[in-house]
C-alpha cells in the first residue's frame, strides 16, 4: 500500500513457533525483522525445554538400561555421575541448535533484534533493553511470545525451589526432591532425577498421573515410576512449603502422604501461563483472554486483520510442533496465501521411559463425547522384538470411527512410542481404516510391526505373534 513500514513481517519472540514463521516468511519473498529478548534463539524448546530435558533423559534411560541388562548376564558397575559433564553434554546439544538458527536467520537475510518488545500501536513494536531502544514498524506481525512457568503463590523466594528452566541446569544432584505436577514435565524430570540417583516423590492434586492421558497407556508407566521415584502421591495436595536452613518443608493433605517432610530440592510442574498480558496487546487493539491466550482463527488471525498469535500463547496444547505448524501458516498468509492450519491430530509424547504417546481422539474422550469406535490392539508380550529388549508391558493400539472405519484415534506406550506414533498420525491425517495400516508392510522384527499389528487385530486378519 502507500505505507512504508520497516518490514513486510515483524515476528514477536523466537522460539519453535517464531523461527518457523520468521524463516517462512523470508522464503516466500518477505522482508522480516525477529525480536528476541534472549542474546539466542530457539525460545524455550531449544534452550530451557523439549531438547535439553530429552538429553538428561537419555542418560537416564541409559543408566536404568544398564541396570537391567543383570538379567541378561550382563552387569555393569555403579554409575559414576559427573554432573558438570553432563550438563555441559546436554549445553553442546543446544549450542549446536541455537548456533545453526542463527546462521539459517542470516541466510535468509532476516533481521534479528535483540530486546523486549511491546506494542506501541497497531503497525509498530517498541524494542527495549536489548543493543538499544528502538522502534520497527510492520506491516503484518506475528506474535509467538511463548508461555512460561507458574509457580505456586505465598511460597518463600528460595534457590531451592525450582521450576523446570532450574531443573535442567542444577547446581548438584539434590539428595532428595518433590515434584509438585504428575504431568508431562514433572513426570519427565522426575525420571530424570530419580534415575539419577536422587530420592524423589511425586504430588499429583488429581486422581491420576498423566491427566488427559488413557489410562491403560500410563499403567506401564506408572509402573516403573512407582519402582524408580520412593512416592507417587495422587489425590494429594501440597498445602505449604517453608523454607528452613537445612530443607525445605513441604506439608501434604491426602490420604498416603505424611503430615510433612523434608526436602533438598522442590520441583513445581504444574502447568505454564501464557506471555499474552505482557506485551502490550492493548496498544494494537489485540484481545487477549482472561488466561492470558490471544484466541485466533484458522489462519492464526488474531481479532486485529493483519496482527497472528501462534504456539504457546495461542492456546492448547502447548507443544512445540503445534507452534511450528501454525509458524508456517500465518507467515504464508501474510504472504498472501490461503493457508490454514487444520491439522485432525496432534499429537502427545512423554519422553519417559517407558514412553507413552497418543494422537486424535483417546478412549477417554471418545467415552465422554459418546463416539462410536472399534479398537484394534497389540500387546507388546507379543512382539518378539520387544521381548527381546526386555519389555514386555506395552502395548499399540488404534481407534476407528464405528461408521466409516477410518482410524480416528491412537496410543501406545513402550520405549519408542513417541517414533510409532508419528505413522498413526499420517494414518488419521489420511483417512486411512484398518485394512490400510495392516496391509502396509512392515519391517520385521521392530516395534513399528506393532502398529500393523495393532491394525491387524481389528481387520481380524491377525495369525499370529510376531
Ligand atoms: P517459546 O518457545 O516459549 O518461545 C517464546 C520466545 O519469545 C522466547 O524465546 C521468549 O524469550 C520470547 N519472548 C517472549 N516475550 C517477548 C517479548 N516481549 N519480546 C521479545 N521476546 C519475547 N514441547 C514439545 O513439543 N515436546 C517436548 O518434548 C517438550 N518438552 C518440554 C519440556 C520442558 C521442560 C518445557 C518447559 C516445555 C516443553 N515443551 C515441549 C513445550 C515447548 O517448549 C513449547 O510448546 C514451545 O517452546 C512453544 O513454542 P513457542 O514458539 O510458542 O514459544
Not at 519472540?13 to 525477529?34: E, H, I, K, T
Not at 559427573?82 to 541455537?98: A, C, G, H, Y
Not at 484458522?298 to 503445534?322: M, W, Y
Request: aromatic share 6%.
Amino acid at each position: 500500500g502507500a505505507h512504508d513500514y520497516d518490514c513486510d513481517v515483524l515476528v514477536l519472540g523466537s522460539g519453535p513457533g517464531g523461527y518457523s514463521a520468521a524463516f517462512r516468511a523470508a522464503d516466500l519473498g518477505l522482508n522480516v525483522a525477529l525480536v528476541e529478548r534472549h542474546s539466542v534463539l530457539g525460545g524455550v524448546c531449544l534452550n530451557v525445554g523439549c531438547i535439553p530435558s530429552k538429553a538428561l533423559l537419555h542418560s537416564a534411560k541409559v543408566i536404568d538400561d544398564a541396570a537391567a541388562m543383570a538379567e541378561h548376564g550382563v552387569s555393569f558397575g555403579e554409575p559414576k555421575i559427573e554432573l558438570p559433564k553432563l550438563l555441559e553434554f546436554k549445553q553442546s546439544v543446544i549450542d549446536k541448535l541455537t548456533g545453526g538458527l542463527k546462521s539459517m536467520a542470516a541466510k535468509r537475510e532476516v533481521q534479528v533484534v535483540n530486546g523486549n518488545g511491546t506494542f506501541k500501536d497497531d503497525h509498530t513494536l517498541t524494542v527495549e533493553g536489548g543493543d538499544d531502544t528502538r522502534e520497527i514498524s510492520f506491516a503484518n506481525c506475528i506474535i509467538a511470545v511463548g508461555s512460561e512457568p507458574v509457580m505456586l503463590p505465598d511460597w518463600p523466594e528460595d534457590e531451592r525451589i525450582w521450576d523446570s528452566e532450574a531443573a535442567l541446569s542444577p547446581d548438584e544432584l539434590p539428595k532428595s526432591l518433590l515434584v509438585v505436577g504428575g504431568g508431562i514435565i514433572g513426570m519427565e524430570l522426575a525420571n530424570v532425577y530419580a534415575s539419577h540417583g536422587t530420592k524423589v516423590d511425586v504430588v499429583e492434586m488429581t486422581p491420576n498421573l498423566l491427566p488427559g492421558a488413557d489410562r491403560d497407556l500410563v499403567k506401564p508407566l506408572e509402573k516403573r515410576m512407582k519402582a524408580r521415584c520412593d512416592n507417587l502421591w495422587t489425590n494429594t495436595k501440597v498445602t505449604g512449603l517453608k523454607a528452613n536452613k537445612k530443607a525445605l518443608k513441604a506439608s501434604f493433605e491426602g490420604k498416603d502422604a505424611p503430615a510433612s517432610k523434608d526436602y533438598d530440592r522442590v520441583l513445581v510442574a504444574v502447568g505454564r501461563k501464557p506471555n499474552g498480558p505482557k506485551i502490550g496487546a492493548d496498544n494494537a487493539g489485540v484481545q487477549v483472554g482472561d488466561k492470558g491466550f490471544i484466541a485466533v482463527d484458522k489462519q492464526c488471525r488474531t481479532n486485529v486483520d493483519h496482527i497472528f498469535a501462534i504456539g504457546d500463547v495461542s492456546g492448547e496444547p502447548q507443544l512445540a510442533h503445534r507452534a511450528t505448524h501454525q509458524g508456517k501458516v500465518a507467515a504464508e498468509c501474510c504472504a498472501g496465501e490461503k493457508s490454514a492450519f487444520d491439522a485432525k491430530c496432534i499429537p502427545s509424547v512423554v519422553y519417559t521411559d517407558p514412553e507413552v504417546a497418543w494422537t486424535g481422539v483417546t478412549e477417554t474422550q471418545a467415552k465422554e463425547d459418546g463416539t462410536e469406535y472399534d479398537k484394534g490392539a497389540f500387546p507388546w508380550a507379543a512382539s518378539g522384538r520387544a521381548l527381546g529388549m526386555g519389555y514386555s508391558e506395552g502395548t499399540t493400539k488404534i481407534l476407528f470411527d464405528k461408521e466409516t472405519g477410518r482410524a480416528i484415534g491412537a496410543g501406545a506406550v513402550g520405549p519408542g512410542a513417541g517414533e510409532l506414533i508419528a505413522e498413526l498420525g499420517l494414518a488419521i491425517e489420511m483417512g486411512a481404516d484398518a485394512h490400510d495400516i495392516g496391509l502396509t508392510v512392515h519391517p520385521h522384527p521392530t516395534l513399528s510391526e506393532t502398529v500393523g499389528m495393532a491394525a491387524e487385530a481389528q481387520a481380524g486378519t491377525l495369525t499370529d505373534l510376531y
